[in-house]
């Protein structure tokens, strides 16, 4: 039986998550209280690994600082983790980076392992589904960036000799084959493009 969804966009639920990490993380017992912040899905600028991303207030034309969490995840309590650690990036500013004030308070908050990749402790866990438990389902699908199919890296054309004993394979330009003509097998058959 599915849960009945609270929210209907993915920013109004990541909204009552953040308003929730207010009044139990950002309250002064384990980080300050975040500054004006926009949260949105969306595709981490530059980074083509990152689950999330928090640009600096000075980047917005209103001093706000935007999270984003990557559509790719639509796990609540992945999510979760990924937001607090991005909440945390706003709460202490980003010149920190993942040192110093940063990991202090994400490791009081109960994230654990690398700074630039934290997780959910065990403990951390539960109160996260604590709190989307509250909020209801993640009113999003899993998002996979289809990938453009690879372009040939080079330029050369692979040419395959016509005569069916031969099999001979041979790479060429398309100026060579344009300027010079297309070459001769040494079995005497004819050279094609080919797939």
């Given at each position: 039986?599915?849960k009945e969804l609270l929210f209907s966009t993915?920013?109004?639920?990541?909204?009552?998550?953040?308003?929730?990490?207010?009044?139990?993380?950002?309250?002064?017992?384990?980080?300050?209280?975040?500054?004006?912040?926009?949260?949105?899905?969306?595709?981490?600028?530059?980074?083509?690994?990152?689950?999330?991303?928090?640009?600096?207030?000075?980047?917005?034309?209103?001093?706000?600082?935007?999270?984003?969490?990557?559509?790719?995840?639509?796990?609540?309590?992945?999510?979760?983790?990924?937001?607090?650690?991005?909440?945390?990036?706003?709460?202490?500013?980003?010149?920190?980076?993942?040192?110093?004030?940063?990991?202090?308070?994400?490791?009081?908050?109960?994230?654990?392992?690398?700074?630039?990749?934290?997780?959910?402790?065990?403990?951390?866990?539960?109160?996260?589904?604590?709190?989307?438990?509250?909020?209801?389902?993640?009113?999003?699908?899993?998002?996979?960036?289809?990938?453009?199919?690879?372009?040939?890296?080079?330029?050369?054309?692979?040419?395959?000799?016509?005569?069916?004993?031969?099999?001979?394979?041979?790479?060429?330009?398309?100026?060579?084959?344009?300027?010079?003509?297309?070459?001769?097998?040494?079995?005497?058959?004819?050279?094609?493009?080919?797939?």
């Amino acid at each position: 039986m599915q849960k009945e969804l609270l929210f209907s966009t993915r920013e109004d639920w990541l909204n009552a998550l953040v308003d929730i990490f207010a009044g139990v993380f950002f309250n002064g017992t384990f980080a300050p209280k975040l500054p004006p912040c926009r949260f949105s899905c969306g595709w981490p600028k530059g980074k083509a690994k990152a689950i999330g991303q928090c640009f600096a207030a000075e980047s917005s034309a209103d001093h706000t600082y935007e999270i984003f969490i990557s559509p790719e995840i639509d796990d609540p309590l992945r999510v979760g983790d990924v937001l607090l650690h991005e909440c945390i990036h706003a709460a202490v500013g980003l010149k920190c980076k993942h040192r110093g004030q940063f990991r202090n308070v994400a490791l009081a908050c109960g994230l654990t392992g690398r700074m630039r990749d934290t997780q959910a402790s065990d403990e951390l866990v539960e109160t996260l589904k604590g709190m989307t438990g509250q909020i209801g389902p993640y009113p999003h699908a899993q998002l996979v960036a289809d990938p453009a199919p690879r372009r040939q890296g080079n330029r050369h054309l692979k040419l395959r000799c016509n005569n069916g004993q031969c099999g001979m394979i041979v790479q060429t330009t398309r100026i060579w084959l344009d300027q010079v003509g297309t070459p001769l097998c040494r079995c005497g058959g004819e050279f094609e493009e080919s797939e």
